[in-house]
């Protein structure tokens, strides 16, 4: 499709330049150019495509970046991309050295606040609205948010502080899933440009001045009688509650009642505004319309079919290994039930929901909520499986503490997305979690190094009764390991000896265990004997293991795809409290780096971080005070 109008538009000022009438032309050509750019690379289409014609009328109404435009979660934020001086490169999104898959502070001037996780976005402006009246400016702040990022306690916690302060912010919540009261035609719009209007809204504030002088049973009466008739046509009695002036709903694809109405909220100067929108996820595309979910992230596409390009691999991804580890568990215990925060499918639960609809609880994006429920459910006698990704479960991490970790509680945490995820770059990676769970008494920590050993960990979890355990592992497919029908209970605390040797030891925590293997493999070419080890456990370390590799060994080498304060560091404290460090050993920890890393190719980014077999001979190399190529004569 030829796109004339969005070829004259670099930045929002242009797009201001043209006639509201020009503006559906636009929007039909930004979508159309969205869909190409994805169908290249891949990336979040459905929730993009549902917001052309929101993203076209705030820029054409507000005057960004002056006017601050913060999006909620950020993966609908394509087309804001395309129009904010970033066409040129869509077609590097989640490529390495390309575009972020969501807004980032370090990438335009017209993205004022970074996103990845959801729900932020009203807290978030709620400080930009308080910052700019007290430097005694004028712009204008509008947060979008999406229904789903509105299930999330955070966003009712920023609107409950903005009704109480009366700030001046502009909330937009797109409603595209479930409509919290359907648009109808003709009269919807007028009843939101009516309501959003000055001449409404200069009649109330007369009439509430009016009811202040009023006795205080008159005075409540009237406020509930105006708050009430106009929470029967819009549904928005919820928001009136936490202190907003509600407006809506509206037809999200709608630019003739869009623009109206959002013109007089920017002209507005009240308290907060919140505007329901209501969207379309993949509106426009008739494959990301009919299966939504399907097209929320997708691979590279054909345009005409919508046909997506799928992996080659044949070994079973780490995400299905678990949910069909998980299904046979259950069905030996009917007290297994299953816990995930709107992550049903990535998590792998839509399976064991399939197979058991009534032990399955998606709670929505309260990653919080979610551990505590799973506490709940543990004091009764249930084995609550928590499947949250690795750098989602931060967000609970008091829960984690406080509710499970203080009393003992056997919640099971499994943790998805373990490591390093690629084009979901850092606000997604599973850095921490092996950091932030090691500290916490009585806590088990576990690492799959492939496919058969998580199926080993799942039923392990699911027959520890004794305290929270959990067990992590990466995105993507397994190694292509011969699977058991059912894994076996481990012995907690206990690794495993892969391999024997005498000179270097590598003791592996997770998935680069087939890289130790494959740089022992090339030490041994070199005449360095190696030993390899699966520690499997990070608490409670397996200490008779690691003094063993210490005491027989020149070098010990630990590998981990996480960060530093980790594995590595309960193997260096155990290590130092038993006097082993005055001995001579040559210790060398290798973690992701200290820095939070953009998307990229995973195998890259472990290559990059020292994680791979080059990586882990090197080190070995610097360890001995040798070079590979002296190391090759002697051998």
């Not at 009246?133 to 966003?155: E, F, H, P, T």
């Not at 029908?485 to 030891?505: D, N």
């Not at 309960?570 to 998307?599: T, Y």
């Amino acid at each position: 499709m030829k796109t004339p109008l969005l070829d004259q538009i670099d930045t929002p000022a242009d797009l201001r330049r043209f006639k509201e009438k020009d503006l559906r032309q636009i929007a039909d050509e930004l979508r159309s150019d969205l869909i190409d750019a994805v169908s290249q690379t891949g990336g979040h289409l459905g929730a993009g495509l549902g917001v052309v014609e929101l993203t076209v009328a705030l820029h054409y109404v507000f005057n960004t970046p002056d006017d601050r435009l913060i999006w909620d979660v950020s993966h609908q934020a394509y087309p804001h991309k395309i129009l904010t001086q970033r066409r040129e490169r869509m077609r590097t999104v989640r490529q390495e050295g390309g575009l972020s898959g969501f807004a980032k502070r370090t990438e335009s001037e017209y993205d004022p606040f970074g996103a990845g996780h959801s729900s932020t976005s009203i807290s978030a402006g709620l400080g930009m609205a308080v910052a700019r009246d007290l430097a005694g400016a004028k712009n204008n702040v509008v947060s979008v948010i999406g229904d789903g990022a509105m299930s999330a306690g955070m966003a009712y916690e920023a609107m409950n502080n903005a009704g109480a302060l009366d700030a001046r912010l502009i909330v937009i919540l797109n409603d595209n899933d479930m409509s919290i009261a359907p648009p109808t035609g003709a009269m919807s719009h007028y009843l939101a440009r009516l309501v959003s209007g000055k001449t409404y809204r200069t009649l109330r504030n007369r009439a509430r001045d009016f009811t202040q002088r009023l006795p205080d049973f008159f005075r409540e009466g009237a406020r509930k009688t105006e708050e009430y008739t106009r929470g029967f046509f819009t549904g928005g009695t919820l928001f009136e509650e936490l202190g907003f002036y509600y407006i809506g709903p509206i037809d999200g694809h709608d630019l003739d009642a869009l623009v109206p109405v959002l013109k007089n909220v920017r002209d507005a100067e009240t308290g907060p505004i919140l505007v329901h929108v209501v969207t379309k996820k993949g509106k426009g595309y008739e494959p990301a319309e009919s299966s939504a979910d399907k097209y929320h992230g997708v691979s590279k596409f054909d345009v005409i079919t919508g046909a997506q390009s799928k992996s080659k691999g044949n070994a079973p991804s780490y995400t299905n290994v678990f949910a069909s580890s998980l299904i046979e568990e259950a069905r030996h215990d009917d007290k297994i039930v299953a816990v995930n925060a709107a992550m049903p499918a990535g998590t792998g639960l839509d399976k064991f929901g399939e197979a058991y609809p009534t032990r399955t609880f998606d709670v929505g994006i309260a990653e919080q909520h979610a551990v505590t429920f799973c506490a709940g459910l543990a004091t009764e006698g249930y084995k609550p499986f928590a499947a949250i990704y690795s750098t989602f479960l931060q967000r609970a991490y008091d829960q984690v503490v406080h509710d499970v970790a203080i009393q003992h509680l056997p919640v099971r945490f499994a943790i998805d997305r373990a490591g390093f995820v690629g084009a979901d770059g850092a606000t997604h990676a599973g850095s921490f979690d092996t950091a932030y769970l090691c500290p916490l008494p009585g806590f088990v920590v576990m690492a799959s190094s492939d496919e058969a050993e998580l199926r080993h960990m799942v039923r392990t979890a699911a027959a520890y009764d004794e305290g929270p355990i959990s067990f992590r592992y990466p995105r993507g497919n397994g190694t292509g390991v011969d699977m058991p029908e059912r894994g076996e209970v481990l012995e907690i605390g206990k690794g495993r000896l892969i391999k024997e040797g005498s000179k270097v030891a590598i003791l592996a925590f997770g998935t680069r265990l087939t890289d130790s293997l494959a740089a022992a493999e090339e030490l041994d070419g070199y005449g360095l004997s190696t030993t390899v080890a699966d520690a499997r456990f990070a608490k409670p370390l397996d200490t008779d293991l690691v003094e063993r590799l210490a005491r027989n060994h020149e070098v010990l080498i630990t590998v981990e795809e996480g960060s530093s304060g980790g594995f590595a560091a309960q193997v260096l404290q155990h290590l130092a409290s038993v006097g082993l460090l005055d001995m001579g050993l040559k210790i060398r920890p290798i973690v992701m780096p200290d820095a939070f890393v953009d998307h990229g190719v995973p195998a890259k980014m472990n290559a990059e971080a020292g994680l791979d077999k080059a990586g882990i001979v090197s080190t070995v190399f610097r360890a001995l005070g040798r070079e590979e190529s002296e190391a090759a004569r002697r051998a």
